[in-house]
């Protein structure tokens, strides 16, 4: 890829939005696929009343629309500020007592998962039906939009994620006095240009330079959830 693609990916606009400022990609196509739009705001003459307690609303009590969800709410039913990464929001915004909780814990994936995937893992990676699996490096992109693998010399490979359809966890059997089963690799399914149907590859956890597996282990989990947040994308 030539620096100046690249550069095109990654560049980024300020822009003012009646929700507040938010940092967004200068080419829509370049935008993160784990993005939300910003969704309609409930119209002011279509909510005389909080969507949530049913408070009239009048001189003192104002109407405050959600960030999130675009409804109309009371102060007290939609006082919080909270990050909001997926739009893009440069500064914590108001949230419904709905919304709060599930930015909040998408701020996790954010400010530790997202920071493993784009740190990368080593696994065994297996193409389609091929019997030989190749040791390759995978991680996602800084703009979020690839996986990259890299194997040995000239061995590089890049699915793009919103052609993700499909994961599925691999497991291994409880541990001694139970808990849960330990993820060793996972199955991608895609679509891939110019092929018909699906392709897929396995990556099965491999081991870093201190011989152990933790670091594919936790990529995985974080890709797990990615992967959650990628059908949300989606089913907007």
């Not at 829509?28 to 307690?53: H, I, N, T």
């Not at 793009?160 to 690799?185: F, K, S």
Request: proline letters at 6%; one cysteine or more.
């Amino acid at each position: 890829m030539s620096s100046e693609v690249a550069a095109r990916r990654d560049a980024k606009k300020l822009v003012r939005s009646p929700s507040g400022l938010r940092m967004v990609p200068e080419h829509r196509a370049y935008g993160s696929p784990f993005g939300l739009e910003e969704p309609p705001w409930v119209p002011d003459k279509e909510c005389p009343r909080c969507m949530q307690c049913d408070t009239k609303f009048d001189f003192l009590t104002r109407k405050h629309h959600c960030r999130r969800c675009g409804k109309c709410f009371c102060d007290k039913c939609c006082g919080q500020k909270v990050a909001l990464r997926r739009m893009c929001f440069v500064d914590p915004v108001r949230q419904c007592a709905g919304c709060a909780p599930v930015s909040r814990r998408e701020a996790d994936f954010y400010d530790r998962q997202l920071k493993l995937l784009l740190s990368g893992a080593a696994f065994l990676v297996t193409f389609g039906n091929s019997e030989k699996p190749d040791t390759m490096v995978c991680r996602l992109s800084s703009n979020q939009r690839f996986l990259l693998l890299d194997g040995d010399g000239d061995d590089h490979r890049e699915i793009e994620v919103a052609r993700i359809a499909a994961v599925q966890m691999l497991t291994e059997g409880l541990p001694p006095g139970g808990g849960n089963a330990r993820a060793t690799g996972m199955t991608l399914q895609y679509t891939a240009p110019g092929v018909e149907g699906l392709a897929q590859l396995t990556l099965t956890a491999g081991e870093d330079a201190e011989g152990s597996r933790r670091q594919a282990t936790a990529w995985l989990a974080a890709m797990h959830k990615a992967a959650k947040l990628l059908h949300e994308s989606r089913d907007q």
